[in-house]
């Protein structure tokens, strides 16, 4: 059995979860407003962006519909978890590993086994784009309608239709969920996005960019539960000393077909993620042209 944390251990696990990077997540878009963040709540229909986050006491509240608590109580609610799943969810998100040497295969990976895993699951959804008309219409919209990018950038299409593929139950559905692939409950967290694989130097795919092809969808923007892993295109960033990075996933592609290929993207306009750091100091990048909204 997974030990139970004492409340000092657990409160310094939740002191080290960016609260506001574990909402935007799960595909919400919160936006700073004097010492707190506001975003929709994704609990009830908010158009108002009712749910208030405040990161310094690690603490969110929905003026709506009155739920609220900390990031443990955000993913039990959130995923349907019980509160052992929820907290090893939470050891995700800070970035510690599992401590149960005896938990199921499902629920203690080893980074080359979510690579392998998360590898096959980018193969599902690129043999999905290639069959079914929706994500390459949604791309051809956006002007993005190069077979050669759509290859270059592994692009896939989540329609829901990975779980047919996979057992009922077991080690592998439990690993699916364990890296946030399928909810708590068993629904594909990306269902009806556009997927694209996001990698790093060595690791292969690690993360993935989810953006939602309807217009009315609530959040357009999804990606794997915890703190962002993987950088787009970081082949491009080994190849020149001179980048330009976008704001969005999209912005940099539509770069990469204008034939600026040395492109990247913050994945929003808060801050330089971590990954993206270290492969611009790792590849002595001299220059970075910013395009941002």
């Excluded at 001179?242 to 592609?253: K, N, W, Y």
Aim: aromatic share 10%; with cysteine; net charge neutral.
């Amino acid at each position: 059995m997974t030990a139970v944390p004492t409340r000092e251990d657990l409160d310094e696990l939740k002191s080290r979860v960016d609260l506001v990077e574990l909402f935007r997540s799960y595909g919400l878009e919160p936006k700073k407003k004097g010492r707190s963040w506001f975003c929709c709540c994704p609990f009830h229909d908010d158009s108002t962006a009712s749910l208030s986050i405040t990161p310094q006491e690690g603490l969110w509240n929905c003026f709506g519909c009155e739920a609220g608590g900390d990031a443990l109580e955000f993913l039990q609610l959130k995923e349907k978890l019980d509160f052992p799943a929820a907290l090893a969810r939470l050891r995700e998100c800070a970035g510690q590993a599992r401590r149960d040497q005896a938990a199921p295969a499902g629920q203690r990976l080893a980074e080359e086994r979510r690579s392998e895993l998360l590898g096959r699951v980018a193969e599902i959804y690129q043999k999905r784009f290639q069959e079914v008309p929706q994500g390459r219409d949604y791309l051809a919209s956006r002007g993005l309608c190069s077979p050669e990018l759509w290859k270059a950038f592994g692009v896939g299409y989540c329609d829901g239709t990975l779980k047919e593929t996979l057992p009922q139950d077991g080690p592998l559905l439990e690993s699916l969920k364990s890296l946030g692939v399928l909810t708590g409950d068993g629904k594909e967290h990306f269902r009806g996005c556009v997927v694209v694989p996001l990698s790093f130097p060595d690791q292969g795919v690690v993360g993935f960019y989810g953006r939602r092809i309807r217009p009315d969808a609530k959040f357009s923007h999804l990606y794997l539960p915890g703190p962002h892993r993987g950088v787009l295109n970081w082949q491009g960033l080994r190849a020149s000393s001179a980048i330009t990075l976008t704001e969005s996933v999209l912005d940099a592609l539509s770069f990469w077909q204008a034939g600026a290929r040395a492109v990247s993207c913050l994945f929003g306009s808060q801050n330089l993620p971590d990954p993206l750091l270290q492969l611009l100091q790792r590849y002595g990048v001299k220059e970075v042209t910013w395009a941002l909204d």
